[in-house]
């Protein structure tokens, strides 16, 4: 069972071009990370997002936290050649839990130039 | 402060061998986890130290697995007899309490 979808599982764009990505579930989630991850590389840390309608800006990217906290989205403005990776939304559960995360499938981005 | 860090980083090995991986979390980090990431999927959980204590472990830790953190600092991942469907990406993650995790790169592990 997916308990985080993500959507789209694939994007290809051209540079300049905007994009979000959807992260949903049915679950609440005390936080949720996005992570970037490279072929090869273990994921990078990107942003973490703790309370219902929290918006996060980071240079061109945007995350925002569901009112309700099961759902987030990433925005990626102007996308360029250096965001192609693979994006990946992960949930923690709520205090008391070991804190391990749950992930969603990830979202395969390609910016060409 | 230098993150964390996984050796080797690849590994193949003949199916029946046994093989073990190392983790290094970053330092005073409390908390370390093991997932692990199929090609086209998002990493899995493992299994989860607080200190040197093993806490938690997932349905997919077989028998054939075992991790340890002896002196709550790094920790080794052993998988015995391995199999074909053992192939993967094997991440480490270190957290200072209920913190963000932080992933190190990982060892790629074929089965032949």
């Known amino acids: 069972t997916q308990l985080l979808e993500q959507s789209p599982q694939f994007l290809s764009i051209q540079e300049g071009e905007n994009l979000t990505v959807y992260c949903n579930s049915s679950s609440v989630f005390s936080s949720l990370q996005w992570y970037r991850q490279e072929p090869g590389e273990g994921p990078v840390l990107l942003v973490t997002?703790?309370?219902?309608?929290e918006v996060k800006k980071l240079k061109r990217l945007t995350f925002q936290f569901g009112d309700a906290r099961k759902d987030s989205s990433l925005h990626i403005t102007a996308a360029q050649p250096g965001d192609t990776g693979l994006y990946l939304c992960a949930g923690a559960r709520g205090s008391g839990n070991t804190g391990k995360l749950i992930f969603g499938q990830g979202t395969t981005l390609q910016v060409k130039p | 402060d230098t993150g964390v860090s996984q050796d080797p980083r690849h590994k193949i090995t003949k199916r029946g061998q046994n093989v073990t991986f190392r983790c290094d979390p970053i330092?005073?980090?409390?908390?370390l986890y093991w997932y692990r990431q199929t090609l086209g999927q998002g990493p899995e959980f493992l299994t989860y130290?607080?200190?040197?204590?093993?806490?938690?472990k997932s349905r997919l830790l077989s028998d054939r697995f075992s991790a340890e953190r002896p002196k709550g600092s790094f920790s080794t991942l052993e998988i015995q007899r391995t199999e074909q469907g053992d192939s993967a990406m094997y991440l480490c993650a270190s957290s200072r309490g209920q913190t963000e995790q932080y992933f190190g790169p990982g060892t790629r592990l074929t089965v032949t």
């Open positions: 130290f607080q200190n040197e204590a093993q806490l938690e």
């Open positions: 330092s005073e980090h409390n908390r």
């Open positions: 997002v703790v309370t219902g309608g």
